[in-house]
């Protein structure tokens, strides 16, 4: 939606789509896979010409209980959370790694934006508080990232409160 078409209910004052951040690239999981598949066949040729061949099936065992852990964590990448703030509107919508859908919409003039922070090591938990209910957000974030998003969600979440401006052209 564009700010000229939106009237000045509907605005969007804030949007984010936050996803969990992973290092490696596919790329990357390829080449672990190989070096460590390679790694682990040579040392399995090792203990089979010294006569130990049952271990050959333990390092394989291990390459497996690798490459499950690893796409394990590649299919929860799929999980995000997009939160929408209007001044008539809060929206967040959680999408789980399966792909189920679950969406929370409330009136920003009710939600009050919660923090649980550790002296040492930073912003650890954000919650939006309406009625007495909590919901979680921005789980996947850092401390540092959880502190700048938590301001900007609270700068829009004060403009919706404060209502509408209009501005006079002359």
Known sequence: MSDDNASGADAQ?????????????????????IALGGLSFVSGMVFLIMGAW????????????????FKSNFRKAAEHEEIFVSPSELRVRKVSASGAVAEWTANPLWIRLERED???????????????KRLGIASFLGPDEKHSFAEALAAALNEAKRGPTRTVLS
Do not use: C, N
Not at 13 to 33: E, K, N, W
Not at 63 to 69: D, E, F, G, M, T
Not at 121 to 128: A, E, R, V
């Open 13 to 33: 004052l804030f949007s984010a789509r936050l996803t969990p951040h992973r290092s490696l690239t596919r790329q990357g999981f390829l080449a672990v896979m």
């Open 54 to 69: 049952p271990v050959i099936g333990f390092l394989g065992l291990d390459v497996l209980l690798v490459y499950w852990a």
């Open 118 to 132: 550790h002296e040492e090591f930073g912003l650890q938990k954000l919650f939006l508080v309406s009625r007495g």
